[in-house]
């Protein structure tokens, strides 16, 4: 069976169990600076609609700095969560990217 490819954000990935974690994090990578998408909303654009809690254990694992975990929320706006200083920090980090 052939792989099935799809875009996302001018990012080619292919849809494959072996490489969900990296999709995640291309896409998380993706995001502009001062903008957000949902848990839920990587996780559709990764290609597993209703995976948002694989993708919170993902980015709550995440120590790669080139890879923006503050940017990702939770469905209802509030920031959720951050491993590198909780939610406080997740807060500053966010604001101070709007401002610049």
């Known amino acids: 069976m052939p792989q099935e490819n799809f875009f ?3 990012i080619r990935m292919e849809k494959s ?5 990296e999709r995640v994090r291309a896409i ?5 600076k001062g903008e957000t998408l949902s848990y839920g909303q990587v ?3 990764a290609g ?6 694989a993708v919170g254990s993902i980015m709550k694992n995440n120590y790669d700095k080139t ?4 940017r990702v929320i939770k469905a209802d706006g509030s920031v959720g969560e951050y491993n590198r200083g909780g939610p406080e920090m997740k ?4 604001e ?3 401002r610049s």
């Open 8 to 10: 996302y954000r001018n």
């Open 17 to 21: 169990k072996n490489n969900f974690t």
């Open 28 to 32: 998380v990578r993706s995001i502009p």
């Open 43 to 45: 996780a559709a654009a």
């Open 48 to 53: 597993a609609a209703g995976a948002a809690r």
């Open 67 to 70: 890879v923006p975990c503050h």
């Open 91 to 94: 807060k500053k980090l966010l």
């Open 96 to 98: 101070a990217e709007l």
